[in-house]
């Protein structure tokens, strides 16, 4: 931007070359008069041309005087401006400082407990930023002291249970490594010839945000189309470009952090975002960019959907979502109900006094089970309906003032959402978007999660009715727009780094998901089962026969010769059109139709350029 002196001394040069012009011409015009006195109609010219003169030059300064005022209009305009942004840098910076301060003290508190428990003193469990409206005495995370319907009342597990978070700076970006990331970006942004400049960074608990400003003019598309040039000048594998920021007027260019620094399920325990928060049912969702942490209400939500490749964090954070639910909510205010078909996540839960069934590993079981949640939501509207009430808290509220039992919150999470759409497609997303599009009312929520995000388990009804979503890392973009609708989580770091698209904003949060580790899952679980009773209550056999998992009903509705084609591709695990062709002996258009079906059930994978179909289906399955 040009200084205030500039523009002056150019208009004040202006003037003074106008005057020296003036003067020279003066100079010639009395030459002229000299050598041409005696001839008249010289004198006449030059009579009209000195009497036109004068006027010409003070039209001239007039104009001069005109830009002169513009060009100090403009230089008020631009100091204006110069002030405004000063103050902006100023707030900001007074802003970080009161933050690092909150933090600092925060992490010297923490510090000074973890050095009193090494030392063997006993801590008493306080929270570093408990409500002042609470009880001193009371320990924070307690739940409200209910009713046992079981031998002892519920005891909520207290903040002890988790590891505590520990002081790992080499986590954090050094000054001198964001130095040099941000002069080598905007390096790669001059050498494109792209006029924008790196205005701030702000450190996550994973990535760096570089915040960019864009000159005038330029397209953020622009900046977004370096994404691979940053990558290699930056010798990054994934980076993330928001253009612009929502709400900013920044485009942001995320950097991942080298070292990172796990966020505890603890600290979000401690949190004052968790601890005095408004949230009917708050799940913890992790931190985001600017250290803040996430709690979602699921009431809001009101059904999760989560998706993202294998080992990108999934099940730890349904352990987190778990966890979160047991320290709020004792089994009389919330029933769980967990589907696990590959019987290894949700073990460690299989004795938790909220489950109302036994943990299902069993698909077709798992199928049956949401029909009889169906059920269970038309039972339960009857229920509202009977007392004349619109929803649940009316229903609980009404209970309260008459001293009748309240209704509990159930929570349906479902682990791998591929292998039920493998068994009975249509049955499993009929039921889930039943339970989707009405279940809210009356408390019902369910949290899906898949490792395949293929439009054959996100379908369009899924996506219709699951508004809110979590996107881990994925292997494609298209993956990431099944899930999310557009693209980012390929661009992910793995290991908690999640894309979240919380209920009602139309914006997607990137957010570190918490660490809590199997010992802590299992030193919570101890404790809330201890002196407490199982309470299955579920009884699935007016709904077992329905399952459309029999062979029978694997082809229902489909060719003649379905069963004897899936039978063969189960057999030599090959889904090829032309080999059905043979074995069977039909025309090419009956055994790609058939192919096509069996991708629509869900018992083959979809083409995939020269790689053979994968089969999902096995002769074990078919012989049942
Ligand atoms: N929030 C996190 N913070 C740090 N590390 C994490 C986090 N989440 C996951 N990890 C790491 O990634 C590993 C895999 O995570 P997880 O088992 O949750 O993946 P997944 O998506 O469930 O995989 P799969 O679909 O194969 O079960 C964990 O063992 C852990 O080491």
């Known amino acids: 931007m040009p200084g205030p002196s500039k523009p002056q001394s150019k208009s004040i040069q202006r003037v003074k070359d106008g005057v020296r012009r003036f003067l020279d011409t003066m100079a010639e015009e009395q030459d002229w008069d000299q050598e041409n006195a005696s001839d008249s109609t010289a004198a006449t010219e030059r009579s009209s041309h000195t009497e036109n003169l004068p006027e010409e030059y003070v039209r001239l300064a007039k104009q001069e005087s005109q830009t002169l005022e513009a060009e100090q209009r403009q230089i008020a305009v631009w100091r204006a401006e110069m002030e405004a942004i000063l103050k902006d840098r100023e707030e900001r910076q007074s802003y970080f400082a009161d933050l690092a301060q909150e933090r600092h003290s925060r ?11 090494l030392a063997g003193k006993t801590v008493p469990e306080q929270a570093p930023e408990a409500s002042e409206a609470e009880e001193p005495d009371e320990p924070v995370s307690e739940a409200k002291s209910l009713s046992p319907v079981s031998s002892q009342p519920y005891s909520a597990p207290t903040l002890d249970l988790l590891e505590a978070s520990t002081l790992e700076t080499d986590g954090l970006v050094s000054p001198e490594k964001l130095e040099e990331q941000e002069r080598k970006l905007q390096n790669t942004l001059d050498s494109f ?11 996550g608990p994973r990535v760096t945000q570089f915040r960019i400003r864009p000159g005038i003019g330029v397209r953020v598309e622009k900046i977004s189309a370096l994404q691979k040039n940053i990558a290699l000048n930056l010798a990054q594998t994934n980076v993330r470009i928001q253009a612009p920021i929502p709400g900013e007027p920044y485009v942001g260019i995320e950097l991942g952090n080298g070292n990172t620094m796990p966020i505890r399920l603890r600290s979000v325990f401690e949190s004052r975002a968790w601890q005095q928060g408004k949230e009917t049912i708050p799940i913890t969702i992790g931190m985001d960019i600017q250290g803040k942490i996430i709690v979602a209400d699921l009431a809001k939500a009101p059904h999760l959907l989560i998706a993202g490749a294998t080992g990108s964090g999934k099940s730890v954070c349904m352990s987190n979502l778990i966890v979160s ?7 009389e205010e919330l029933e769980l109900v967990l589907v696990d078909p590959k019987r290894v996540e949700f073990g460690l839960f299989r004795q938790v006094p909220h489950l109302i069934h036994p943990v299902v590993g069993e698909a077709k079981k798992a199928v049956a089970l949401l029909k009889w949640v169906v059920s269970e939501m038309e039972n339960r509207y009857e229920i509202l309906a009977e007392k004349q009430v619109r929803n649940i808290a009316g229903y609980n509220a009404k209970a309260e003032a008459q001293g009748f039992d309240k209704m509990p919150f159930m929570v349906v999470i479902i682990d791998e959402l591929a292998d039920l759409m493998m068994t009975s497609k249509g049955e499993a997303e009929a039921s889930l978007a039943r339970i ?12 899906i999660a898949t490792q395949r995000p293929s439009v054959n388990v996100i379908t369009g009804v899924i996506k219709a009715n699951y508004p809110t979503r979590i996107a881990f890392q994925v292997s494609s973009i298209v993956d990431s727009r099944t899930i999310l609708d557009c693209k980012g989580a390929e661009s992910l770091l793995g290991q908690g780094d999640m894309l979240f698209n919380p209920p009602g904003f139309a914006r997607l949060v990137r957010i570190q998901s918490p660490m809590v580790q199997d010992e802590e899952l299992m030193r919570v679980v101890t404790h809330v089962t201890e002196g407490q009773m199982e309470n299955h209550r579920v009884d699935l056999s007016s709904f077992d026969g329905a399952v459309a998992g029999s062979t029978e009903a694997l082809a229902d509705g489909a060719d003649d010769l379905y069963m004897e084609a899936l039978k063969i591709v189960a057999e030599t695990q090959k889904a090829s059109t032309s080999y059905l062709q043979r074995r069977l002996r039909i025309g090419y258009n009956r055994a790609a139709t058939l192919i096509e079906e069996m991708e629509d059930r869900f018992h083959i994978g979809p083409q995939n350029g020269s790689t053979p179909r994968e089969v999902f289906v096995t002769m074990e399955e078919l012989s049942r």
């Not at 989707?436 to 949290?447: D, K, Y």
């Open 325 to 331: 639910l047991l320290y709020r909510f004792s089994p």
């Open 436 to 447: 989707a599009q009405l279940s809210r009312a009356v408390g019902i929520h369910t949290i």
């Open 107 to 117: 992490f010297q508190m923490m510090l000074e407990r973890a050095k009193d428990q």
């Open 193 to 203: 010839a792209v006029d924008a400049t790196v205005y701030d960074a702000v450190v």
